[in-house]
């Protein structure tokens, strides 16, 4: 009977030499994945000093993050099963010269308009770690090792990324003032780190030679997933705005869904389909991206609520931490410093007790962490510690999903498998973004409260709701991994799929 690899037993560790042949190419894709959360944290604090500067109303910040995201959700599967057929590398450094564009073009960038454009386009950067984990498995795969040294770079690059986004939300905090309030100038920082990514993957990455051989189909596959997926998140932002109570969301969504069957249609009839269902649908590949689509809800979603509440007054409201802007700094400093820790964790636990259990307790830490908030979320000290308790889960499957869903796909259908888990995760945290903020206005049955004493003070049954969704979503996560078949996710499995 196969085992899960011990410590003594992990080939990378016994062979240095091969580890050393990967861990060059870490090194330069670390810089992008450090880019990535400088991306992902600079901006947060500047916010309001953006909203000034571009003469806007708070609220419409909102649109930004709406927009990136659906930019995000369209550019992820398409980049990355492209990947598949002209080149990982190719489309990492599209992406990259992409982002750099829009990074440049948010820098001058005078009105609403064509900042929420370039913005958007930003959003193109999601495809990093998918194309990335899908460049360490095929290089690794040649040396015979693929699953331990995917895992092990994986660790490293979502470490990579947590550092970005600690240095750029103390950066930007910190630059603005030096830089006199001038909201251009200091917005330059993540244009040059971007700049500094297309050098990086050009001559630092090179190309790992996998092709599948595929054609592009007459038929536009491509046509069919942005649709569908426009849709989709057009009819979640319509939720958001015009409530659940119009019309206009559900048509999307159910248009949405219609487009989606015409497309697995489409799909089945290929000889090269864009996004290969009968991959997607395998017994050890479907728990993965559910997963990362219900994982989606708990770390894009929550995030907010999250920060709100630890605004709300106790005084006058009877419940939250009445916690200023460097108090709640000190909240999502726990939370990505435990998100370091658990993608840190992840290549060890997966040595000791193989990738899927680290995946099962990944989720399962998740959904304890969030749980916790229903009785324990009146202090500060309780705050931190269910945000620790699910941060280190939260980290261990960003690093995760990827690498599992690259160690479940025949090698030709990587990149797109690793892009359908950025994919499908976004999805999961843009609806999750509309319900909770139907939640937080009491539009969801049960959150209306009579605690809510102030108009712009959401109720704290509304939190619960928030809660009890992102612990439900981790521990469904953690039963659903199950279905996946034993030792179908590390090497002894991979040796004879991948021959």
Known sequence: MDTPLSINQDPARRDPVRWNSVAGIVGFLAIVELTSGILQGYYTPLMTDIAR????????????????????????????????????????????VVTALASWAVVFSGS??????????????????????AIVFSRARKLGIPGPMTRRAAGLLVGALEVGV???????????????????????????????????????????????????????????????LLLLTSGLSFLRINGAGSPLPWGSMVLGLAVLYVFYRHENKQADPLIDFKVLFARSMWPVQLTAGLFGVSVLGAQIPMSTFARTDPAVNGYGLGLGASGVSVIIGAYVLSMLVGALLFPVAARLVGAKATLVSAS????????????????????????????????????????????????????????????????????????????????????????AVENTAAPLAGYMIVWAICGGTGIVCALVLFAVPRNALEDTALAGKHR
């Open 112 to 133: 609403f308009t064509t900042f929420l454009v370039s913005w958007a386009l930003q959003g193109v950067y999601a495809v990093w770690l998918p194309l990335e984990i």
């Open 364 to 451: 399962a830490l998740v959904g304890i962490g969030y749980l916790m908030f229903l009785p324990l979320h009146a202090s500060l000290a309780q705050v931190l510690a269910n945000m620790v308790v699910a941060g280190v889960g939260s980290g261990a499957l960003i690093a995760a999903l990827p690498a599992a869903a690259a160690a479940a796909a025949p090698y030709h259908r990587t990149g797109m498998a690793t892009g359908l888990t950025n994919a499908v995760k976004t999805i999961g945290g843009s609806f999750a973004s509309a319900v909770f903020g139907l939640a937080l206005i009491g539009q969801v049955a049960g959150a209306a409260s009579n605690t």
């Open 166 to 228: 600690i240095a750029g939300a103390l950066a930007g905090g910190a630059l603005i003032g030096v830089f006199g309030g001038s909201v251009p100038l200091t917005m330059t920082i993540p244009a040059i780190a971007t700049t500094i990514c297309i050098f990086a993957v050009a001559f630092g990455v090179p190309d790992d030679g996998e092709r599948n051989g595929a054609r592009i189909d007459a038929g536009d596959s491509a046509t069919w997933p942005s649709a569908c």
């Open 53 to 96: 500067h571009l003469g806007i109303h708070d609220a419409d910040v909102n649109w930004f993050e709406a927009a990136q995201l659906m930019v995000s959700a369209l550019a992820v599967p398409l980049l990355a099963s492209l990947g598949d057929i002209f080149g990982h590398k190719k489309m990492l450094l599209l992406s990259a």
